[in-house]
């Protein structure tokens, strides 16, 4: 399945941004969906996932209250909506696909990944 992330930016601290994946395999609501993010000099972290029907999610605790995602099957795309952004979350945000049922946190665990998209925080 191929990803194609979109939706990253340049926003000032407090603002909001909203992340979306595009998938192009029909079989999109069979794949537990997560969203990665890569800081410049460091490793890529786990930041939120979504079962395939959308009724489990889990995040990352630097996550927590402030972004959601979800998804819709019908038009094969995930979305991750951010508010509340400070500095600290620019990254290169991607988005991966894991086969199965459960909702996983290490990026070993993903099978397919997107090109990524760079989210610039500004203070």
């Known amino acids: 399945v191929q990803l194609q992330a979109s939706g990253g930016g340049l926003v000032q601290a407090g603002g909001s941004l909203r992340l979306s994946c595009a998938a192009s395999?029909?079989?999109?609501?069979?794949?537990?969906m997560g969203w990665f993010r890569q800081a410049p000099g460091k490793e890529r972290e786990f930041v939120a996932a979504?079962?395939?029907?959308?009724?489990?999610?889990y995040y990352a605790d630097s996550a927590k209250g402030r972004f959601t995602i979800s998804r819709d099957n019908a038009k094969n795309t995930v979305n991750l909506q951010m508010n509340s952004l400070k500095p600290e979350d620019t990254a290169v945000y991607y988005c991966?696909?894991?086969?199965?049922?459960?909702?996983?946190?290490?990026?070993?665990?993903?099978?397919?990944w997107g090109q990524g998209t760079l989210v610039t925080v500004s203070s």
């Open positions: 979504i079962r395939w029907s959308g009724e489990s999610t």
């Open positions: 395999d029909g079989t999109f609501s069979s794949y537990v």
């Open positions: 991966a696909a894991r086969r199965g049922r459960s909702i996983a946190t290490r990026r070993s665990e993903y099978d397919y």
